[in-house]
């Protein structure tokens, strides 16, 4: 029981954004069109969560890092778990545009 806590709570190492983009990984930013043109990290590709389920043929490559991001990290949650159910296995919720561009300079 406490081996269940303790990963629930300490999942682990924090995961490197800047060195999964330096190696071909890309920032996927689910927000509107409109958010993203007030705003975006320079390279992000925008999906908006509505319509990610029918444009992952965009994301060819399955494996490829995938670092998912929108105002506030409750869409990226949402995308990371839609892009996990498709069978992208390297995808992470990077939260909030602005926090995680932070992250990456």
């Known amino acids: 029981m406490f081996e269940l806590i303790k990963r629930l709570f300490n999942p ?3 995961a490197d954004y ?3 983009v330096k190696n071909g990984g890309i920032i996927l930013d689910v927000r509107t069109p409109g ?3 007030g705003g975006h990290i320079k390279g992000s590709k925008n999906i908006p969560l509505n319509s990610l389920p029918a444009n992952l043929k ?5 494996e490829q890092p995938i ?3 929108c105002a506030s990290g409750m869409r990226s949650a949402s995308a990371k778990s839609i892009l ?9 919720n990077g939260g909030g ?3 995680l561009r932070n992250k990456l300079s």
Do not use: A, D, Q
């Open 18 to 20: 800047s060195e999964m």
């Open 12 to 14: 682990g190492p924090k």
């Open 84 to 92: 996990r159910s498709n069978g992208y296995t390297n995808v992470h």
């Open 67 to 69: 670092i998912t991001c």
């Open 97 to 99: 545009w602005r926090n």
């Open 35 to 37: 958010e993203f043109k």
């Open 58 to 62: 965009k994301l060819k490559n399955k």
